[in-house]
Structure formats: C-alpha cells, structure tokens
C-alpha cells in the first residue's frame, strides 16, 4: 500500500468522527522537496468547506501518541469551517486577517540555522481591497522542537498561528505591499514546562471582552455577512491565555448588553446593531494598529536579509 494511502485510511477515522470526510488525496512535496500527502477535509454536510491536510510522508498517523493531538485538530476544525471562513482570524491589536499558503510541514531551515521553520503569508481583511500582507517565516528552536510530539501540521498550527498573531501584537512583523519574508520566533517562553501548556498572553475579562467584540464585528459583521462566528474557539482561547469556558462566559455578558446575538450552545455570536454602531472606534483601532507597526526597527529586514 502506498504511503499517500495509508495516510488516508489512518486519517478517515478521526475525520469522521468529527464530522468531516476526506475529498481528495494526492501526493505533495514540502518547501524542500520531499514527500507528502495532501488531503482536503470537508465537512460531510457541507463539502463546499473543506481545508488542506498536509502530512509528511514519514508522519505515522496510526501511531497512538498522536491520537488526542489529531483528533482534536479535526473537532476544532469542523467547527472552524462552520464561519463564514474558516481562515480569519482577529488580534488583540485589532487587525483582521486571513491565514493562508502555510507550507506544511515545519521543515529544517534552508538557510543552515539550526532551527526548524514554516512558511505562511497572513493578509490584511477588513472588506477592502488592500495589498497589505505579510510572508512569515515562523521559526521553532531546537528546544521548543523537543517539546512537540511532531511538527506537523495536526500539532504545530494552532500554536504556529498564535505566534504569528502574538508577533505582531509586539509590532514585530509589518504588513507591507510587497516584501520578504518576515521571521516569527517560536520559543520556549511560548510554553510552561511545568503547566504543560502554551502561553501567549495573560488577559483579564475586560481585555478578553474587546478581543471578542472586534472578532464579530469584522468576521461577523464585515466579512460575514451578519451570519455568526464561533467565538468558544480553543486557538482563541490558547491565544488569550484562558478556558473556552471562560470565553462563553464573557460572550453571554457582552450578549446581555446587547452586543451579541447567540446561537447553538452559546459558543457563537452575530453582530448586533447595536454592535455595528461602534464601527467608527474599530476602523480607529486598525489605523492605529497599521501606524504601530510599521517600524523602522530593522531596515536590514527591509533590504532582503532575513530570508530563511
């Protein structure tokens, strides 16, 4: 049996029982040439919503110490196809964006540094037509490496993600019309050994409150069309340092204000009128946010040095 399909026949299962099922197959090859397979997963009452999988070629997907770490992956994932797109994301800076051409998986830098890197591009989405993007280069260190069960892409993205989100918060990455890649560092101070868990950013209930309300106002509300957008997302919940319990709880408060129409289990929210009204404090939010990070901190970035 060949390795495209054993990969596929290991994956259905944890696919399936997450509610997705897997479309299309085929072999692929990561940034440095070798092998993998590439796998869309769709959702199986929708498969309009799908998403790439791709694995190494060496990956054992069957092995059962990857088990949680995959199943997980695909639960979150079924509900994250659910938004009006799955590939938006919000910062506590206040920018939108879209996740997207992440180059799976992290592989051994091309550059003879001895860390570990991926590849993506994230893109300004606030319903304009704008070039501001980003390339990223998110870099793991041999230590964090160590830390990982793997480094693919069931593992590594969520946290890959929030670094990149938690880097530009730090106004260390700038979204430019046209550039190199920028680098992300991914280290240790990412993750508490003694919790075992990732830490991005410690946050109270007010700050967890704004983070939320920007999230369905402009995944929602601008890029939504007003259809509602799952707000109890762990990726969100990893990145703001809390519990999806704690995220509900503060979705229901801002909901009591009038801010939120929930559905399902609480866990999703629409933008509200009363919401939208405060669309002249949001687009204030990502014009500040634009002028923070376009720094003149490192002009060797600006003249193609940091490739890697």
């Known amino acids: 049996m060949s390795a495209v399909a054993t990969h596929v026949e290991q994956l259905e299962a944890a696919a399936k029982a997450a509610g997705l099922v897997l479309t299309a197959s085929d072999p692929g090859a990561d940034f440095t040439g070798a092998a993998t397979t590439r796998t869309i997963a769709a959702l199986a009452s929708d498969p309009s919503k799908n998403f790439v999988v791709e694995l190494g070629e060496g990956f054992d997907v069957g092995n059962a110490k990857f088990a949680g770490e995959i199943k997980e992956f695909f639960v979150d994932a079924a509900q994250r196809l659910k938004n009006p797109d799955p590939n938006f994301y919000y910062t506590m800076l206040g920018l939108p964006l879209s996740f997207g051409k992440f180059a799976w998986p992290v592989h051994g830098s091309t550059s003879g540094a001895d860390t570990f890197v991926v590849h993506g591009e994230i893109h300004l989405a606030t319903g304009e037509d704008t070039p501001l993007h980003a390339k990223v280069s998110a870099a793991l260190t041999q230590t964090f490496k160590d830390v990982l069960s793997a480094m693919e892409q069931p593992i590594a993205e969520s946290f890959i993600y929030n670094a990149v989100r938690k880097t530009l918060d730090q106004g260390q990455l700038e979204l430019v019309k046209s550039g190199n890649r920028q680098p992300v560092p991914v280290t240790t101070r990412y993750y508490s050994a003694k919790q075992q868990r990732f830490i991005f950013n410690d946050t109270d209930e007010q700050q967890r409150k704004e983070f939320l309300k920007g999230k369905v106002f402009w995944l929602s509300g601008v890029l939504g069309a007003g259809q509602p957008v799952w707000v109890a997302d762990p990726r969100d919940a990893q990145y703001l340092n809390t519990t999806v319990e704690e995220l509900k709880k503060n979705v229901a408060a801002l909901a009591q204000e009038g801010l939120f129409d929930l559905s399902g289990d609480g866990g999703w929210a629409a933008?509200?009128?009363?919401?939208?009204?405060?669309?002249?404090?949001?687009?204030?939010?990502?014009?500040?946010?634009?002028?923070?990070?376009?720094?003149?901190?490192?002009?060797?970035?600006?003249?193609?040095?940091?490739?890697?």
């Open 271 to 308: 933008i509200t009128d009363k919401l939208r009204a405060l669309q002249p404090e949001f687009e204030k939010e990502v014009a500040d946010a634009l002028a923070f990070i376009k720094p003149s901190f490192n002009e060797d970035m600006r003249g193609g040095h940091t490739n890697m």
